[in-house]
């Protein structure tokens, strides 16, 4: 209901209201629209170069990782070059300690090796030249001897039979290059710590080009990290590179070495372009991936989206308060001319409501040029021109008017019918017949009703102008005829229409009556319900075919002159445009039974009479 009313006086009515409304609305939708997809664009922007950030750490991992592979591959490559050193190597990898130092003491007397082929040196050299080195390990093949080299100078031989071990079957199996430290192999030299990744090469018997065994670096995982030294600033979330059994070989945040990756299983669905992807966890990240099929790992980028959000939040702010100001711009504007032109209108809505009421010296005063000032002049323009016509020609007219109804009255004076009708009742009297005289009495009265004029017609005014005229028809059809007419004694005060009931009964007596019949009768009745006064016509004459009845009851209502049914379009019609679409004839009818004619009236007393 509130929004209704709302909606009745303050848009239906309101020109300027509904357009304002409307640009306004325009406006809004459209700087939000534009608000949304500038921030849709800029975010998505800010979005790809973080991940492009993140792609290029990636690819700085894989390329310091294919590196060291390539450091261990040169390693390998310059035993075999060395024939003196490699020979040392796989004496080294296939005897104990003490038959290496024995056969060392041999070349050495021998004087067919220098100092620069010790096995064991060579490989110490390599772990001080190399600070990402933990450990290097050869296993011989053949010998199923584990050798052992660590970064404190320590070294160690394992012996690792296959009936004691798993360490030959481990070394047998085909892996990728590199891989996570194998767990066997670990216990075997007591190395504990998790954050390490290892580089498998095999080593050939030189000769015979036979498998005699491998050499296997552990490497420090956060060593990797120095590949992303110029991202320290600009990277975000996280970068790990995962094995082929899915272990974690690196982890920039250092949380899950040791272990398996917690999103593993949605490594697989994972595609090189970035995408989002709901994790276990519930938390939306971006996801990177860069497989390095060839050496057996796989390096995975992620971000959460709430750490990218930060990095365009600014960006919503500043949009959000442009785009405030903007709607407040767009609202105030247009507020104020549209308010300046709707306060000039409302002056002419003023100005035409004083012209309506009478007052044609009104005048509007608005000097400006545009649309409004010029309907504002030929208002004043149209004002002056009727104000003349009134003058010259309205005025003229009206007292032609007023000096034909005074010749008029002055030929035919009411007094003179009077007097006339009154010497024709006596004559008729004098000659025995009374009926006539009868008749003529009541048509005198009744014309004397008609030309009076009274300021206040009443209900009993109207009644007995009725009473006069039936009468008349009630002398003419002696016995064949009656009438009743019934009314509370207090109606009769009240206000009715002059001429409201006598067409009716006019055309009861012109249409409905039944001259073959000697029971036609026609009743009147009044009451009153609240706020409304009704007078009842009823008869038992020949009544109204249905059709008939519905083109009357449409005819009633239009408003077009069509010179049939004069008398009951006048009376409905001075009831409508005096009271209103609530009163008015209302019409039934059955063939053969007569019809019956419902006039409502206002329930009012005695006030000035109003007549059209």
Same mark, same amino acid.
């Given at each position: ?8 006086? @303050? ?36 979005? #790809? ?133 194998? @767990?066997?192999?670990? &216990? ?16 050939? #018997?030189?000769?015979?080009? &036979? ?48 272990? =398996? ?55 919503? =702010? ?9 709607? !407040? ?119 004397? #009703?008609?030309?009076?004029?009274? =300021? ?6 109207? !009644? ?7 009468? !008349? ?20 005060? &009240? ?89 008015? !004839? ?27």
């Amino acid at each position: 209901m509130r929004i209704g009313y709302i909606y009745r006086n @303050y848009f239906k009515k309101n020109l300027f209201m509904r357009m304002l409304l409307i640009f306004v609305g325009i406006a809004v939708v459209t700087i939000i629209t534009l608000s949304y997809l500038m921030y849709k664009s800029l975010s998505q922007a800010i979005i #790809n170069r973080e991940l492009d950030s993140q792609k290029s750490a990636m690819e700085s991992v894989d390329r310091y990782m294919a590196s060291r592979y390539d450091a261990v591959q040169n390693m390998v490559r310059d035993m075999y070059r060395n024939a003196t050193l490699y020979g040392n190597i796989n004496y080294l990898m296939e005897h104990n300690y003490a038959d290496y130092v024995e056969h060392r003491m041999d070349q050495f007397y021998n004087e067919s090796s220098d100092y620069s082929t010790e096995a064991l040196q060579y490989f110490q050299n390599l772990m001080d030249e190399n600070t990402d080195f933990s450990n290097l390990i050869l296993y011989s093949s053949e010998k199923q001897i584990l050798t052992s080299f660590n970064k404190n100078k320590q070294f160690r031989q394992v012996p690792t039979e296959l009936t004691h071990s798993y360490i030959p079957d481990v070394m047998a199996m085909e892996t990728k290059n590199i891989t996570s430290p194998n @767990y066997w192999i670990r &216990k075997a030299i007591n190395q504990t710590n998790p954050a390490l990744y290892a580089i498998r090469v095999p080593i050939n #018997n030189r000769q015979t080009l &036979k498998n005699a065994g491998q050499l296997i670096v552990y490497l420090d995982s956060d060593s990797i990290s120095s590949a992303l030294s110029g991202y320290r600033n600009s990277l975000k979330g996280e970068i790990v590179v995962l094995s082929t059994e899915d272990v974690v070989l690196y982890d920039s945040k250092g949380q899950y070495y040791g272990q =398996k990756y917690p999103y593993v299983n949605m490594k697989d669905k994972l595609y090189d372009n970035p995408d989002d992807i709901p994790m276990s966890n519930d938390q939306n990240l971006y996801i990177n991936k860069l497989i390095a099929a060839d050496d057996g790992y796989v390096v995975i980028g992620s971000m959460p989206k709430s750490e990218v959000a930060q990095a365009y939040s600014g960006i919503k =702010k500043t949009i959000i308060t442009i785009s405030a100001f903007c709607i !407040l711009f767009a609202i105030c504007i247009p507020i104020i001319f549209v308010m300046s032109f709707a306060n000039r209108t409302n002056q002419i809505i003023k100005f035409t409501r004083k012209v309506k009421n009478g007052d044609l010296s009104a005048r509007i005063e608005d000097p400006r040029e545009d649309e409004l000032g010029q309907i504002s002049r030929s208002f004043n323009d149209m004002l002056d021109e009727l104000n003349l016509y009134i003058e010259r020609v309205y005025k003229a007219e009206i007292k032609q008017k007023e000096t034909e109804l005074v010749a008029l009255q002055a030929r035919v004076s009411p007094h003179f019918l009077y007097n006339t009708l009154e010497v024709i009742r006596m004559r008729a009297i004098s000659q025995g017949a009374r009926d006539v005289g009868d008749m003529i009495y009541s048509l005198s009265v009744l014309f004397k #009703n008609l030309v009076n004029q009274k =300021k206040i017609y009443t209900l009993k005014d109207e !009644l007995e102008s009725c009473r006069l005229y039936l009468e !008349l028809f009630r002398i003419r059809y002696k016995d064949k005829f009656n009438y009743s007419i019934t009314a509370e004694s207090d109606l009769g005060s &009240k206000t009715v229409t002059k001429l409201s009931l006598q067409p009716i009964i006019e055309n009861y007596i012109v249409h409905g009556i039944r001259s073959d019949r000697d029971d036609n009768w026609l009743s009147i009745k009044v009451w009153a319900e609240r706020e409304v006064l009704i007078a009842e016509v009823s008869d038992n004459g020949t009544g109204i075919e249905p059709d008939r009845l519905e083109e009357i009851k449409q005819e009633l209502e239009t408003s077009e002159e069509t010179g049939t049914m004069f008398g009951l379009r006048s009376v409905h019609s001075r009831l409508r445009y005096l009271y209103g679409p609530e009163y008015g !004839l209302d019409i039934t009818s059955r063939p053969g039974k007569g019809t019956t004619v419902r006039v409502k009236y206002p329930n009012r007393e005695e006030v000035e009479a109003e007549h059209v």
